[in-house]
């Protein structure tokens, strides 16, 4: 597995946001994750979005992090919030996931941030296990979902 950082808004990206948009659609009954985001946010030094590619060259997994500071969301100064998280269906249980998210919590360190934060829902139980498997703690609400009963905050020291 290779992994390369790429704007948001690259093909790929597009590709694989929209195959997890759809799982979340199939989860939570309704159209994907609607929190706002746009490619800036996920630009260096303030954030970046990578993707892992197999031998082939095909894009398998994605994940990105983007600055927040105190803002009226329930975030704090210093946040690197992960978004996208994602590994296409027939190449899970392969440990993708846990090393696009160590690529990630590396970067965000590197840019000076000082806590990754997430946000999870009910209906992704993998994604929790993941999360709690790599050091994660329940954290206070915050973000677009902060008000949802199956919302559910993480947030790991960096």
Same mark, same amino acid.
């Given at each position: 597995m290779h992994i390369r950082r790429v704007p948001f808004d690259h =093909?790929? @990206?597009m590709k694989l946001n929209d195959q997890v $948009? +759809?799982?979340y659609a199939v989860r939570y009954g309704d159209d994907g994750d609607a929190t706002p985001m746009a490619a800036a946010d996920f630009a260096p030094p303030n954030g970046v979005y990578l993707i892992a590619y197999d031998e082939h060259g095909t =894009?398998? @997994?994605s994940g990105g992090w983007r600055a927040q500071d105190a803002n009226d969301e329930g975030n704090v100064d210093g946040d690197a919030e992960i978004k996208r998280m994602y590994v296409i269906d027939g190449m899970r249980g392969r440990?993708? +996931?846990r090393r696009v998210l160590a690529a990630l919590e590396e970067d @965000?360190? #590197?840019a000076g941030r000082v806590r990754m934060v997430l946000e999870t829902g #009910?209906? $992704?139980p993998e994604a929790i296990a993941l999360y709690t498997s790599s050091g994660y703690e329940p954290c206070a609400k915050f973000g677009y979902y902060r008000f949802h009963d199956a919302s559910r905050c993480f947030a790991k020291g960096l």
């Open positions: =093909p790929d @990206a $948009q +759809a799982e =894009p398998v @997994a440990g993708l +996931a @965000a360190r #590197t #009910t209906k $992704q």
